[in-house]
């Protein structure tokens, strides 16, 4: 079996890995200005899509260019995902450098998709392919390979943790080379009740203080989440952006999350910013909590909401998932500034960082490869590859991280 890496090593972001020339496993961007693509552009005989998060998936509609059409298998949750992922890029980028694909490639998606439920065993390109629950977010998955004489598990992203809105991952099937995440690989999560308890607070005393909290969430599985814990609090809110969609269609697929009756009632205690920008400044100047893409800052409403609030120290912005260097969400962190809308913005308004990570920390990672000490370990998907796959040798793993372009082969 033969690997390439396109992409996400030594990196969070644009994952793809060609198998044997003929099997693509992931097909994402690099969120940037501007974002960044996978090495080279295979012409696969089928895509297997891991989970409906942009670096994963976001240019999977470029691969119907021309003639081609490799049949691509995920699960529904993921195909409902891609379809809304390529819609808002080609709403934001369409026509442009940033967006290589049309509308034309993103109706192909649903002529050549193929789906799947967890633990369906299904033949892609000549190989076995089975889909595993990974606990990241609805409709994730773990992708494991088999030809006959190597089977390869590609963890994709994964947490091992219970949250709100999903389980952590139980499934360990039988694997020789293992392709495993690593974005947080240094890093011990605090307990998820604590930090529920720690950013609850924090909202209820900015709202008691007559201040507005803006909640940057990815809107796929963040969003969701964050509304689950402010309902779970009694904490009202506002939702804007394309989380709004999202949540709407998780309603439609129970299957796929952890309480169908607890994301309803939040759903339900959510209202739902329907407006333009005229709506969102109103909002912006009472004394709430606001939902909003995007998770990075980088784009959606948080560009109305952000500027409104700013000047204001009784104000926070309380980020919640992973910032990428670069983006303005990782300045804002570090500098106390952050470039919105095409300029950059002192921001006296408080920001906070709040761990509700959905993916395994330190930990976890090793509490999942404890099941695979006599397997190939290839580190993937993170800021230091080298130095977790070096740790993991320390420990009598046989392990390495790939570098761009690279190819294994067992």
Known sequence: MKLQFLGGVGEVGRSAILVDDSLLLDYGMLTGNPPQYPVSTPEPDAVVVSHGHLDHVGLVPSLLSGDRRPPI???????????????????????????????THVQRMSQVSE??????????????????????IPGSAHV???????????????????????SGTTDRPDADVVICEST?????????STVEERFVE???????????????????????????????????????????????????NPGFVRDADALRRAKSNARFVTGRDGQ???????????????????????????PEIRGDPTNKIALTGYQVEGTPGRDLVERGRAEIAGQ??????????????????????????????????????GDDCAGFAERLRDDGFDARAPELGDVVEF
């Open 115 to 136: 789906r799947h439920d967890y633990g369906e065993t299904f033949e892609a390109a000549g190989y076995e392919v089975t889909l595993y629950n990974a606990g990241h």
């Open 184 to 192: 947080y690989a240094d890093v011990e999560h605090d307990d998820r």
């Open 344 to 381: 950059m913005m002192p921001i006296a308004a408080r920001a906070e960082m709040y761990d509700f990570s959905a993916h395994a920390d330190r930990d976890g990672l090793r509490e999942f490869l404890s099941e695979y000490e006599g397997a190939d370990i290839l580190v993937n998907h």
């Open 280 to 306: 969102r400044r109103r909002i912006a100047n009472q004394n709430t909590a606001i939902v909003t893409t995007s998770g990075m800052l980088s784009g959606g409403p948080a560009m109305t909401y952000v």
């Open 202 to 252: 924090s909202v209820r005393t900015t709202i008691w203080e007559g201040g507005t909290v803006v909640v940057p969430a990815f809107a796929i599985g963040r969003t969701q989440e964050m509304l689950l814990v402010l309902d779970a609090h009694d904490v009202d809110c506002y939702v804007d952006g394309m989380g709004k969609q999202v949540t709407k269609m998780l309603r439609r």
């Open 73 to 103: 298998h995920w699960t529904p949750v993921t195909a409902e995902l891609a379809r809304t992922l390529a819609r808002d890029t080609l709403k934001l980028h369409g026509g442009t450098y940033d967006c290589p694909f049309t509308e």
């Open 144 to 166: 494991l390979v088999d030809d006959g004489d190597t089977r390869l598990l590609y963890t994709s992203d994964f947490h091992t943790d219970d949250q709100r809105l999903v």
